[in-house]
């Protein structure tokens, strides 16, 4: 048995970033930035306004001035002239400062009569001006690797790139294993439940980035198993799910190995999640999670979502685990990593009574899963503890 550690290390050895292409600007949302790009225009590319009023020169700013309205700047139409002294042209958001303009005053501060304004006694002291390249100049880079966001989207948007280069998505094969299992839907026999890894687990992969190619149930046969893994042929990734574990019909490892799976390793010091297994397969980087579904999801935070984020180029790391306080007392940690499905609640984290690794109802509720190192001595209420969030 490995520790959690030195598992995902042993997982980050089985994949390489995939190839780079480039998407429209439109499609991506949640992709990885492959390399740098840099900005081809600066913005704003002109001084422009940053409010509704007049456009006026620094030294007739003064409470009383009368001022003679020579024209308008509207976003999209500038005023062609200069500003002279004693004059003023009316100007709207966005609008590129008039030349010899150097403030702009808000239509509040204003009386207007006619073609004159008249300043108000006291008006604000700021320019209302955006200097040119004040949000970013030709050249600035958006650094990479980054998850694209609504706000990078917009930026390289205002920065004129049309399109950008994307680490291409990683395809994940998902295999659940077992006689027992029924689709959702269909009329389970006396002895079988309903499969409900795979849903999970095609959530966690779509929302990480990665496509999800949910096949059939295979069963608990050799040439069962073998023929559904013949359909997880061109993935990046496969993924299988229950028969991981000692019993005589766990038999992915075998079937695996003799499909020319070269182990990467087999058991990890954690809870729940232990029969967990990794390896090469082919092109594709292969890992077996246990059956269990709180087992399959926690190894599913814990292995794959790290393991798809590095597929898309971004760094080989765990998930940044964030801290809180405990809301109760806790009893020694066992030798196995422990993730507690756990409430953040006013008072600090709180684990649920029933931590079996069978309960989806009690992983539902779950919005954190409390990281109790192996080892790890008694803890008090209210010392600090690491968490992976789950919402
Ligand atoms: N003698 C031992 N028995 C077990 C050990 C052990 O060390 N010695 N480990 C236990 C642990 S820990 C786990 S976790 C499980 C994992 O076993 P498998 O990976 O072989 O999983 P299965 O036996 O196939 O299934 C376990 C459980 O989960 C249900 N299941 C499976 N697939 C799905 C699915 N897609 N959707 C919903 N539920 C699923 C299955 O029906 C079983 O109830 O082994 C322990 N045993
Ligand atoms: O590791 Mo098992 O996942 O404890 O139920």
């Known amino acids: 048995m490995i520790s959690v550690d030195a598992a995902l290390g042993h997982v980050f050895d089985l994949i390489a970033p995939l190839p780079v292409e480039e998407v429209p600007l439109a499609e991506a949302a949640g992709r990885v930035l492959a390399r740098p790009v840099a900005a081809r225009r600066s913005q704003p590319p002109f001084a422009a306004s940053a409010m509704d009023g007049y456009a006026i020169r620094e030294e007739d700013a003064r409470p009383g001035a009368a001022l003679r309205v020579e024209g308008e700047a509207a976003a999209g139409q500038g005023w062609p002239g200069t500003v002279a002294p004693g004059q003023a042209v009316r100007i709207f958001t966005g609008a590129p400062l008039p030349a010899g303009a150097d403030r702009v ?138 028969g991981a574990s000692v019993g005589d019909h766990d038999i992915v490892g075998k079937v695996a190995a003799d499909l020319g799976m070269a182990p990467a390793f087999y058991k990890v010091a954690m809870r729940p999640g232990k029969p967990v297994m990794a390896g090469r397969l082919g092109g594709a980087a292969m890992i077996g999670l246990p059956g269990n579904p709180v087992s399959a999801m926690v190894c599913g935070h814990v292995f794959l979502r790290p393991a798809l984020r590095a597929f898309q180029g971004l760094p080989k790391a765990a998930l940044p685990a964030a801290r809180a306080p405990l809301a109760t007392d806790l009893e020694a940690n066992g030798p196995r990593t422990h993730f507690l499905r756990a409430r953040l609640t006013p008072e600090g984290l709180l684990p649920f009574e029933r931590q079996d690794s069978a309960l989806l109802s009690v992983l539902a509720e779950a919005d954190a899963l409390l990281i109790r190192p192996a080892d790890d001595g008694p803890q008090p209420a209210g010392a600090l503890a690491e968490y992976l969030t789950l919402r």
């Open 105 to 242: 005053v808000i239509q509040e501060d204003v009386t207007r009569e006619g073609d004159r304004i008249v300043l108000g006694a006291g008006f604000d002291h700021g320019t209302n001006i955006r200097a040119a390249g004040g949000d970013f100049r030709q050249g600035d880079m958006l650094t990479a690797p980054r998850r694209l966001g609504p706000a990078d989207l917009a930026l390289a948007a205002a920065m004129n790139l049309p399109a950008l280069p994307v680490h291409r998505r990683p395809e994940v094969a998902l295999i659940a294993t077992g006689d027992e299992l029924v689709m959702p839907g269909e009329t389970p026999g006396p002895d079988q439940i309903v499969a409900a890894n795979g849903f999970g687990l095609k959530a966690l992969i779509e929302a990480e980035g990665g496509i999800a190619r949910l096949l059939p149930i295979a069963r608990d046969s050799e040439a069962s198993l073998r023929s559904v893994f013949a359909l997880a042929e061109g993935a990046d990734l496969v993924v299988t799910i229950g």
